[in-house]
């Protein structure tokens, strides 16, 4: 027998074979009847979010009127970039379905996986809040904390650490310092806390996040499931492509990836060097066509840019049949991309005061 598998949610390589680890975690794919009570949001028909654990359960309470959460978070490591917008998209998509959002800055998690002082974090934390809230999270019903200006999440961790022994941490995490346990139980209390009196008690909670981060999931499951909570629902979608190539955009890559506050000009800029499924010569992609699904500007517009579905396919069928440069296609997107931040960055200059605002009332809860 094989020794059990590993997935290490703090790693930033990237996962290669979704496949084996969906089989190897017992996690479903969204099926195409999920799709459809999804509402057909772009995340969700083009299959970035392609697995799920009990997401039926949070569709019912959608589909019955019934209270249901949606949380993530965000890392205030850096600043906000497509990745971390993918998440906030997918939250946006379930408040849209009548989920109360909760989001956390997790800066003990970035203490312990980054080094990052939590003083440090404290700007950041803002920045990244109001990218949230810009990206369409409500402000008047989203619940905005910092872990560490938390302390139920951080005494719920305490509490429900009397159950999970060593043994268990090291079969989900592998053998790690005792300050990523910690956050890992700090974060079973960020995906709990929804369910606390406070917030109105036991409810379905839909976790959205990459599939590496499966692991805190399936911690949160077990303890949730000896405590008498509901079991967390979780999705996990696919990564972007880093700009410079294979691996995943993320802030350990910075070369590769566009952040929300990269100016429209730097933006453009990025987009017009990347790496593109094109062919060497202008005769060759004339006469074999682009790899699109090769391309990280392809990428760019499935995950983000290009909301109509016949626009796409036109751009694919142009670039598979030749008859698209990839210099026209970057200049295309470069241009989409600019305009979003434009319009992004606007917004958000309007929600720094709130997200500021929000973070200072949780403080304390
Ligand atoms: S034409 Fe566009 S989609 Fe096709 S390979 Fe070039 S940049 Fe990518």
Redesign the pocket.
């Known amino acids: 027998m094989g020794s059990k598998p590993i997935l290490d949610p703090w790693s930033s390589e990237a996962v290669e074979d979704y496949q084996k680890v969906m089989e190897d975690f017992g996690i479903a794919k969204v099926a195409p009847d999920m799709v459809k009570r999804l509402g057909q949001h772009r995340l969700f028909r083009r299959n970035i979010v392609f697995s799920q654990r009990d997401l039926g359960r949070v569709l019912k309470a959608a589909e019955e009127k019934k209270p249901f959460a949606a949380m993530s978070g965000i890392k205030p490591s850096n600043i906000f970039h497509l990745g971390s917008k993918l998440v906030a998209d997918e939250l946006v998509a379930f408040q849209g379905l009548g989920a109360r959002v909760f989001y956390c800055v997790a800066d003990i998690e970035s203490l312990h996986a980054n080094g990052q002082p939590i003083e440090e974090s404290v700007p950041i934390a803002v920045d990244n809040a109001a990218d949230a809230l810009a990206l369409g999270i409500d402000p008047k019903t989203a619940f905005l904390y910092k872990q560490s200006a938390c302390p139920a999440v951080q005494l719920m961790g305490y509490c429900y650490a009397k159950n999970v022994t060593n043994n268990m941490l090291r079969s989900i995490y592998g053998d790690k310092e005792i300050g990523l346990y910690m956050s890992a139980l700090v974060q079973v209390g960020d995906i709990l806390l929804p369910q606390t009196a406070e917030f109105g008690g036991l409810k379905p909670v839909v976790v959205p996040v990459g599939i590496d981060q499966d692991p805190h999931i399936r911690l949160t499951r077990d303890i949730a499931a000896k405590h008498g909570l509901v079991l967390p629902s979780s999705t996990y979608h696919k990564f972007m492509k880093s700009l410079t190539g294979d691996e995943k955009m993320s802030k350990s890559n910075p070369g590769g990836m566009i952040t929300l506050s990269d100016s429209p000009e730097q933006a453009k800029k990025k987009v017009l060097a990347s790496f ?3 062919r060497n010569t202008v005769e060759e ?1 004339r006469r074999l066509g ?3 699904l ?2 990280t ?2 990428d760019l ?1 499935v995950f983000h840019l290009e909301e109509d579905d016949a626009a796409l396919k036109r ?2 069928d ?3 049949s030749g008859s ?3 210099g ?3 200049k295309a ?1 470069a241009e989409k991309l600019a305009a979003f931040l434009r319009q992004h960055q606007e917004k958000k200059r309007k929600m720094l005061p709130v997200a500021e605002k929000m973070l200072t009332e949780s403080s304390g809860a």
């Open positions: 593109t499924g094109g992609q682009g790899e699109p090769k391309c500007v392809y517009l751009t694919y142009a670039c598979t698209l440069s990839c026209d296609c970057k997107a």
